[in-house]
């Protein structure tokens, strides 16, 4: 069975969108924006790009990425050559890039049951904040790498929905803080 890890820069609030300057969001870019840069903060990032076996998105993520990442070979070498999913009811093969190596696209958090059975290594999820929510109350998260920023956005995607449902308890199993007020979560899922 293969584990399926949901990595996040995350607000001391919840808030994920935007980390990164991505338009349309009034805080856009709060990761960089009155936070100093710590680039031992970062060695988590780093980590995922060895370890994981595929990467996976949601529909905007990927249309945010996919033009983009490609050329970053500089930052994101390994990624060029995992294999990607994205999860969309809308997107179709002719919208993919064909300079991302294999991407296949899912339909269905079913398919995305049926792929966590097959034999691999982790999957890790970028982004997508919907998938995230998604994927947690579907009970398909198996770690969350979580990079905890000292802001309060308020308002923006939360990582976790507000869905009334049973407790999921977790088990830290790696944090460290940074003098920049970083802080690195890593939990796994109990079950």
Do not use: C
Not at 170 to 183: D, F, H, K, T, V
Request: charged share 25%; net charge negative; glycine share 8%.
């Amino acid at each position: 069975m293969r584990t399926l890890i949901a990595t996040a820069f995350v607000s001391l609030d919840g808030v994920v969108e935007a980390p990164g300057g991505e338009p349309g969001y009034r805080n856009s870019g709060w990761t960089f924006k009155d936070v100093a840069f710590d680039e031992a903060a970062y060695e988590l990032k780093g980590r995922e790009q060895e370890q994981a076996a595929a990467m996976m998105m949601g529909r905007v993520s990927y249309e945010a990425f996919s033009p983009v990442w490609p050329d970053m070979l500089d930052d994101f070498p390994r990624y060029k050559v995992l294999p990607k999913y994205v999860v969309s009811t809308t997107l179709q093969d002719k919208d993919l890039v064909t300079n991302w190596g294999d991407i296949t696209i899912l339909r269905s958090l079913d398919d995305v049951a049926a792929l966590k059975e097959t034999d691999g290594g982790p999957i890790i999820i970028h982004g997508s904040a919907t998938l995230d929510r998604n994927l947690s109350d579907a009970g398909l998260i198996d770690r969350y790498h979580l990079l905890v920023f000292p802001v309060l956005l308020g308002a923006g995607k939360r990582l976790f929905s507000d869905t009334d449902k049973d407790k999921q308890n977790l088990s830290l199993a790696e944090s460290q803080s940074y003098p920049n007020g970083i802080q690195k979560l890593v939990y796994d899922v109990t079950r």
